[in-house]
């Protein structure tokens, strides 16, 4: 069993910081893709970061790609996602999802993945 747990969501005025954890417990996190979505009020699903938790490597989706940044601690089996100059539009439920590595690579895709948290909300004021 998977178990993914967000947290460090909040509310916050444009311009600021945040960051997004993701704990992972009950499977090979060390060989992993891991992925950040997030879902705004009557809008699609929308994944905007995935990182191999083995090698580091790293995508984004243009929608945050220089703003936001996502790594891992193995140690803590923990992923991050640090989020600067926040935009209200960036407001939205966050969610972590997990998915074992295979040959064919980590993507930003939604149903590649299986494995999801329960999300953490983060609101942007202007």
């Known amino acids: 069993q998977v178990q993914l747990v967000e947290s460090g969501g909040e509310s916050v005025q444009a311009g600021g910081s945040l960051r997004l954890s993701c704990a992972a417990s009950?499977?090979?996190?060390?060989?992993?893709?891991m992925a950040w979505f997030r879902q705004a009020p009557g809008k699609e699903r929308e994944g905007i970061a995935v990182?191999?938790?083995?090698?580091?490597?790293?995508g984004y989706t243009d929608s945050v790609k220089g703003r936001f940044t996502i790594s891992r601690d193995n140690a803590k089996n923990t992923v991050y996602l640090q989020m600067n100059s926040l935009k209200p539009e960036d407001t939205a439920m966050y969610y972590c999802?997990?998915?074992?590595?295979?040959?064919?690579?980590?993507?930003?895709?939604?149903?590649?993945?299986?494995?999801w948290g329960q999300g953490t909300q983060v609101t942007v004021s202007s």
């Open positions: 009950g499977y090979t996190y060390r060989s992993a893709c």
């Open positions: 990182i191999y938790t083995a090698s580091g490597s790293t």
């Open positions: 999802a997990a998915e074992t590595w295979t040959p064919r690579g980590c993507t930003v895709r939604g149903l590649d993945y299986m494995n």
